[in-house]
């Protein structure tokens, strides 16, 4: 009975094969997948195959096969002269191309842009190298250092004075226009009908300058006795050397902490030092280059990263003040960033260039590109600011709860726990102002500023290069030069996402 009940439950024949599973992986498998799994995919794939072929394949004719290589004039480029369709007309970009990188630059100072592209560069890449050691030497050199070198480099000239002579000067200018707007009140008092308010208030703007003007006696006295003495330069940068310096160990922790940031401090002074004496910035430097000729690439580059630089730590300054318990804080915060929010760039373009001059004393001026620095730095920041304050929005209040329990202050507490956590959530936003800003600098070129655009438009009132594949050659060539670096933006903040926030991955 056993053997009997034991086989009927043996099976003596082998399981049919079964099949092999579908590939899911590689090419084969994403053909499967994500592109003929469902009839809608099917159709959207056939589209999408049919838009990449009447758009690819005549911009790859376009650019590479039909092209013309070689060339002196825009007879090479003519279609009855090449005896085919002619595509892009590279000659014309290889003749043009000193233009669209330097502008109107003078050719024999050409290497002053050079080398400061060269310097910031090498200066860059280590920074955006996560394993790479000294971060804070070379931060320090970057972000303090290269400014001047790049300034002098780019427009030449020496050292009128330094950080004190500068400061002096702005106090004294500051102290001037108040005490001249009080002396207008009082002058229009006498033949006003409100004259008795024009003149309390004419009297308080008065005292108001008188009160600044002790203040900063000190200041300009230490300023005339520098520049009584034969080495007004040297005596003046080892003052603003030493005041930076205690500034900055003073911000990066006193005693206990702030060496390294006194140490990075000191080195890009002493880097600036060495750039002065090498330059002969104290004996009338290199020759001027006035900004009007500057254009292309080199404006670009020069609009963009001043704003992206200068925009964040105002964004940050804006957000934190937004979020102020301090009434007056909170509300000159908001109104700034609803005001720079609610005008568009180009406005601000015309104001900072054309207005601005207007609203300043007689004996100051402004470069026109300094004033468009300015007003980019300033538009960007209020969009920055509420990139930042959605980050620290984001942040739960048991951060800063907890750092009060161990007793940290609340500059610690926002820069080393609430700061970091709320940059590393918008750090996708704030890539994406910083191409936006990147791809807007071609607005510079309606107030006077050739930048690439600029630049390019102007290179095609030459007859030397009139054809008709010119102009799309331009624009081609620019477009591919705004795509590499706004690509390169944005591989970068991906790989940093991915790096800081690999703890949140399984």
Known sequence: MSDITSSSFVRHDLLTERPAPVKTTGFIGLVRTRLFNSPTNILLTIVGALLLGFTIVPSVRFLMVDAVWTGKDRAACLPENAGFAVGACWPYIQAKLPQLIYGFYPEAERWRVNLALILAAVLLLPLLVPRLPAKGLNAGLFFLAFPVVAFFLLHGGGFSGFGLSWTAGLLQLFDDSIMSAGQALLSLSKTSAIAPLLWVIGSLILLVGTAISWLIFPLTWLHDQIQGTGQSVWVDFAITTVVVSLIAFWLG???????????????????????????????????????????????TLVVSVTGIVTSLPIGIALALGRRSTIPLIRIFSIAFIEFWRGVPLITVLFFATYMLPLFLPGNFTVDGLVRALIGIALFTGAYQAENVRGGLAAIPRGQGEAAAALGLSWWKTTSLIVLPQALRHVIPNLVNSFISLFKDTSLVSIVALFDLLGSLRASFADPKWSTPSTLFTGFAFAGIIYFIFCFGMSRYSLFVEHRLNAHRRN
């Open 253 to 299: 922790g006193g005693v206990r902490a702030g060496w390294r940031t006194l140490a990075s401090s000191l080195a890009a002074f002493v880097a600036i030092a060495i750039v002065i004496k090498l330059m002969g910035l104290d004996h009338g430097g290199l020759p001027i280059v006035q900004t009007s000729l500057w254009g292309g690439l080199l404006v």
